[in-house]
């Protein structure tokens, strides 16, 4: 996966600014995440969403709801992750 660029560095969800990066650093910081994307997704009830797409490193079996709760456990609960889409990609 490679990201060129963002068309926005903020993401709105239910009137709280989140930046993506914040979320991107901790997931970084995962020894079975190799790369990641964190972006908004649009939703009828909050405005935005946020969503994270990961690739794991090759062997490693980490799951949407560890990646979740690895967030949760390091960053501030309204960043949103935790009820917001993981998608996970083995890295080949």
């Known amino acids: 996966m490679q990201v ?15 930046h993506p990066l914040e979320i991107e650093n901790c997931l970084f910081g995962h ?11 649009p939703d009828e009830r909050y405005g935005e969403v946020v969503a994270a797409y990961v690739i794991r490193h090759k ?6 709801s560890e990646v979740k709760h690895w967030v949760r456990e390091r ?3 309204h960043l949103g992750l935790s009820t917001s889409p993981v998608a996970m990609l083995a890295c080949s």
Do not use: C, M, Q
């Open 59 to 64: 062997g490693s079996n980490v799951s949407a």
């Open 75 to 77: 960053l501030s609960h």
């Open 31 to 41: 020894t079975g995440i190799a790369e990641v994307s964190v972006v908004g997704l």
């Open 4 to 18: 060129t660029g963002r068309i926005k560095d903020i993401i709105i969800k239910g009137g709280e600014n989140i």
